[in-house]
């Protein structure tokens, strides 16, 4: 069976978080990671609320970019949510995966920054990949395509 575009989709919007500290997450993605922060804004009232279908919502949220791809970060202030990030295995968990030229030099740099890792570096045969974590348990991962520059 052939696959077709949906051809009312206009393009891909970005990718987005829910975290604890929204100030401790733009410092990870912006610092370690060299993510722009394009906006930080607070929301409140019926519309907000209507949007996320929670009652009483009050967020604070940021739009990062890196390589045109964007990164929304949002910290809900009210209602509050659990605290527990998903694990790899349970439905709805999701990562980004950050392409690189060197995982293992970029392992021991994020190693060194306190950054948690599930596992170094594995040899996947025509990759060399490992997941780690955010400061809220979000999965995140490395690759690096053997034989080819990433940028």
Known sequence: MVQRQARWLVRFGQ????????????????????????????????DVSGMTG?????????????????LELIQYLSPKGSSKAPTRN????AHIAFY???????????????????TPPQDRGAVVACYFLDPDGITLELIERKGSSQS
């Open 90 to 93: 349970d439905v709805g968990a």
């Open 100 to 118: 690189v030229d060197d995982a293992q030099a970029i392992y021991r740099r994020l190693h060194d920054h306190g950054v948690r890792f599930v």
């Open 15 to 46: 990718t987005s978080f829910t975290v604890s500290d929204l100030d401790r997450s733009i410092a990870f993605y912006r610092d370690l990671f060299g993510f722009t922060v394009e906006r930080v804004s607070e929301s409140s009232g019926d």
């Open 54 to 70: 929670l009652p009483g919502s009050h967020l604070r949220l940021a739009l990062l970019q890196h390589s045109g791809h964007l």
